[in-house]
């Protein structure tokens, strides 16, 4: 059974006003009753509550993070370097999925609010510029990271990331490719999706809507839709992946099937996971800085806290990777 301050009270003799205000070492209380509080509850197991804490001080030192899927390995590295970012500070991280779910993201981000934390880190938001108008914005700050229309966000340039793939490509020959999109219509997709027309009419090749196949971010997403993209009666030449789990997904669709890659087939992802180096074959990319997200956001979600609000939104340059999931047109 857990301790409470009536209970450290009751022992020292004393109103739970002054266990409260001794265990924050308050000046008023005398040396000598602030040592036999915080002895008795040293002694009793006593554990402060930081919800109590919070509601005191009306300041709490743990941030909150909501990320789109669990599942998702970019996620995962995002989360570690958020966590990465608040070492020193004197901040801890809650983490919670609301699994592509825009309800369960507002139920998610509402129960942060009511634990009073200090902030809130939404990691692929499908509310995105909904917490403008979010009634608890005042409160507790909203940073979200890949949602670059809101004004208080992190994100990659998605649209120069796709560009930078879809002109090495280009130059090396390919003129048929297909997009697998995440399948969710969020708005890294669709600049995503924009990047990658912008680049065909750059270079005058005819747009064909039959290149698009829907996905679902994942490695299933990607096997599927390797079938709709070979019963195509033109066939693409490469494909670009709306990340690296769904190009490792059409890989294995199109080895499945028989086709080698990039012998075959060249395949490019978006992220430039852990897996994409040691993949077979080792996956083209475009690298998304998870060290510098993580870190921009948490010192964007400080300065929020701290009432400053003309900021722009951060936009960060990615990499393309180039490995041996691609290859040049003889």
């Known amino acids: 059974m857990s301790v409470s301050i009536k209970d450290i009270a009751k022992r020292a003799g004393v109103a739970p006003s002054t266990v409260s205000r001794a265990l924050a070492n308050h000046p008023r209380i005398s040396p000598e009753t602030r040592q036999l509080i915080q002895n008795l509850a040293k002694e009793l197991g006593y554990v402060p509550s930081a919800v109590a804490r919070s509601l005191v001080s009306n300041r709490s030192t743990t941030i909150g993070v909501a990320v789109n899927d669990f599942l998702n390995p970019f996620y995962v590295d995002l989360i570690s370097n958020i966590e990465e970012a608040v070492q020193g500070e004197d901040y801890h991280v809650f983490v919670s999925s609301f699994h592509r779910n825009r309800e369960r993201e507002l139920s998610l981000t509402g129960a942060?609010?009511?634990?009073?934390?200090?902030?809130?880190?939404?990691?692929?938001?499908?509310?995105?510029?909904?917490?403008?108008?979010?009634?608890?914005?005042?409160?507790?700050?909203?940073?979200?990271?890949?949602?670059?229309?809101?004004?208080?966000?992190?994100?990659?340039?998605?649209?120069?990331?796709?560009?930078?793939?879809?002109?090495?490509?280009?130059?090396?020959?390919?003129?048929?490719?297909?997009?697998?999109?995440?399948?969710?219509?969020?708005?890294?997709?669709?600049?995503?999706?924009?990047?990658?027309?912008?680049?065909?009419?750059?270079?005058?090749?005819?747009?064909?809507?039959?290149?698009i196949v829907h996905g679902?971010?994942?490695?299933?997403?990607?096997?599927?839709?390797?079938?709709q993209l070979l019963a195509l009666p033109h066939r693409p030449t490469a494909i670009f992946c709306y990340n690296d789990m769904t190009a490792i997904g059409v890989i294995n669709g199109l080895q499945h099937q028989g086709y080698k890659v990039p012998q075959d087939f060249s395949v490019v992802g978006f992220d430039d996971l852990g897996i994409a180096a040691a993949y077979s074959p080792s996956?083209?990319?475009?690298?998304?800085?998870?060290?510098?997200?993580?870190?921009?956001?948490?010192?964007?979600?400080?300065?929020?806290?701290?009432?400053?609000?003309?900021?722009?939104?951060?936009?960060?340059?990615?990499?393309?990777?180039?490995?041996?999931?691609?290859?040049?047109?003889?």
């Open 216 to 227: 679902d971010g994942g490695i299933t997403g990607g096997i599927k839709a390797v079938p």
């Open 112 to 211: 942060f609010f009511e634990r009073r934390l200090a902030g809130a880190i939404v990691v692929g938001s499908l509310v995105d510029n909904g917490y403008l108008s979010w009634p608890n914005r005042a409160d507790m700050p909203v940073v979200l990271i890949s949602c670059p229309a809101y004004p208080f966000s992190v994100s990659v340039d998605n649209y120069r990331g796709v560009s930078a793939a879809m002109t090495y490509l280009i130059e090396a020959g390919h003129r048929r490719i297909a997009f697998v999109t995440q399948g969710h219509h969020t708005n890294t997709e669709q600049q995503r999706l924009a990047g990658y027309r912008a680049s065909l009419a750059e270079r005058n090749i005819p747009p064909d809507e039959t290149l």
């Open 283 to 330: 996956l083209t990319t475009v690298r998304q800085p998870t060290d510098q997200l993580g870190q921009f956001a948490v010192n964007l979600l400080y300065h929020l806290a701290a009432g400053q609000t003309h900021i722009a939104p951060q936009i960060i340059e990615p990499e393309l990777i180039v490995r041996q999931s691609t290859a040049a047109i003889c």
